[in-house]
């Protein structure tokens, strides 16, 4: 009998390494409203070790962006390389949100491309964009959102799949570290903090080592106060990230098994910021700055950073440029789908839709960061753009953003409106609690005052100021600095087809 199991077990390892594992997978990463609150960003209480692990084998780039703090509008821009004020997917996808981008963006879309440059293509957990048809897998896999052990798992056939010989390109987005899942009943306090997807009653998910941590030992950002109810959310928070970080464990788990984990770029990041006022929704330091770790196996660097700033609108140029599919002269797709000719063949009844909003989308606003990976000391953009204009349907207020190393400006475009909250922003225990003070409580380096109503203006010093505590634009001694940047705002929102950019002439 033990004669019959070493042949067995023999002739199944001689049928899974039959094949070669295809060069040049991809897993790309992608959790649900997490700020870089990563060991390997320095954070100091985050149990973090299998990311940190990628990051000390690959690369940690310290000023990434999102292009704007909304899940579908920032999911849209990483699939598509195209902001979402141009692709059309200007808030939310699902219920009576119902926001879509162009048909046209089939041109571009990132499975699509990832499809035509030879991979075999794959998503699992978060989606959250429209349509379908344009940002089109060839694989759908089912899994927990809030479980990314279980959902690696549920990855493992497509991952080790040797019959067919095509790299495979995996999109991976986990529900955590998303608010939801009722509260704590647990807490003392009054208002009790979101459960952030944790398990009621200190329980854990199937599969899952669960961390806990203490509230008195949570670190503070700068944009929110100091209080029991922050703590205690921001401790259901850290939980949820830690779990997170298990799932890519997992994962990495998988690939070294099968021999691939030296054949498979890893990329690790979030749609935007965390899900606290100050955060999510808004295009402050904490709404768009975002984890980025990206290990390519091909790389000689190892353990290394980067300073430049990156934009989640260069991401899908960047896996079309490491998958081969990136013609240099155009930004665009070296075999590019012809959307016309597409949907006359997939849907003829779209032919005479509003398909492209005036607009041929034939070329990548972001352009590909795989030189940072060769050279961590080279730059990549001298200044990056953000924006906002819808989370949820009844969220308008559009703002947008010029960054770069020195200086920041922000144009709260619908400045005499009260700042509109996310419903589940509104609901939360840590603003709640400041709320329900009165205007003049503190909130982080703010007032709630202040919070809700902001200027038209805000010039942040953001290399010596980095929390955005001091609005230079109401400063006369920066009226130079201030026309400068406005100026950019203003050029960058033509170079990057904003129809928002009307606004400077009637409003």
Known sequence: ???????????FTLAATAAPAAEKNVIFFITDDESPTLGCYGDPVAV?????????????????????ASCSASRSVVMSGIHNHRNGQYGHQHHYHKFASFYDVVG???????????????????????????????????????NAVAMADQCREFIINRDDDRPFFLYFGTADPHRGGGTDKQSSLALKPDLFGNKPNDGAHPGVDEVFFDPK???????????????????QYYQSCARIDQGVGRLVKILKEANLYDKT???FTSDHGMAFSGGKTTVYEGGLRVPFVVRDPYQPNRGVESSALISHVDITPSLLDYAGGLDPKTNGPKDPIDPKAFWTKEASTLVGENRDGGEKFDAYQGKSWLPCLANPSAAHHETIFASHTFHEIQMYYPMRVVRDSKYKLIWNIAHPLPYPFASDLWAASSWQAQFQKGLDAPYGNKTVATYIHRPAFELYDIAADPDETTNL???????????????KLKQMQKELDDPWIMKWDYE
């Open 1 to 11: 009998m033990r004669l019959l199991t070493t042949i067995f077990c023999f002739l």
């Open 48 to 68: 973090t070790p299998s990311i940190d692990a990628i990051a000390a084998d690959g690369m940690v780039f310290r000023n990434a962006f999102a292009t704007t």
């Open 217 to 235: 030992d949570v670190p503070i950002p700068a944009f929110l106060p100091d209080t029991a109810e922050t703590r205690e959310e921001l401790a």
């Open 473 to 487: 634009a109401e400063s006369s001694g920066h009226q130079d600095i201030l026309d400068r940047y406005k100026a």
């Open 265 to 267: 770029l890893i990329v």
């Open 108 to 146: 571009l879309s990132l499975p699509r491309v990832m499809s035509r440059a030879g991979y075999r293509t794959a998503q699992i957990g978060k989606y959250h964009v429209a349509p379908e048809t344009v940002y089109h897998f060839e694989t759908y896999l089912r899994g927990d959102g809030r």
